[in-house]
């Protein structure tokens, strides 16, 4: 089993920055592709951002693009969320996810892995 820990949430003003963290624990080895995903209230969970094992592979959402950065420390097995510019629209409970697959995928169920989430809240 796979545990995935998120960290760094809180309240921003519009325009202001966070970086969130998802740290990985257990079966490390069977984690490949890592990804963001959000869910604002009464919304359905959306894709955010993903990254590939090597860290080479990056993709987004068109919404958040040119303004958030995923990257990833694979010695440290964690994967971060740089939000830059936000907006009130980012409100929402983000979660990490992982999954063995190599490749970055855009949808929930291309990952076996979950983290709890933590929230994000941009006031305007």
């Known amino acids: 089993q796979v545990q995935l820990v998120e960290s760094g949430g809180g309240l921003v003003q519009a325009g202001g920055s966070l970086r969130l963290s998802c740290a990985a624990s257990g079966h490390t080895f069977s984690v490949n592709a890592m990804g963001w995903f959000r869910q604002a209230p009464g919304k359905e969970r959306e894709f955010v951002a993903a990254?590939?094992?090597?860290?080479?592979?990056?993709v987004y959402a068109d919404s958040v693009k040119g303004r958030f950065t995923i990257s990833r420390d694979t010695a440290k097995n964690t994967v971060y969320l740089q939000m830059n510019i936000l907006k009130p629209g980012d409100t929402a409970d983000y979660y990490c996810?992982?999954?063995?697959?190599?490749?970055?995928?855009?949808?929930?169920?291309?990952?076996?892995?979950w983290g709890q989430g933590t929230q994000v809240t941009v006031s305007s």
């Open positions: 996810a992982a999954d063995p697959s190599r490749s970055p995928g855009r949808l929930k169920n291309e990952y076996r892995y």
């Open positions: 990254i590939s094992w090597s860290g080479v592979s990056t």
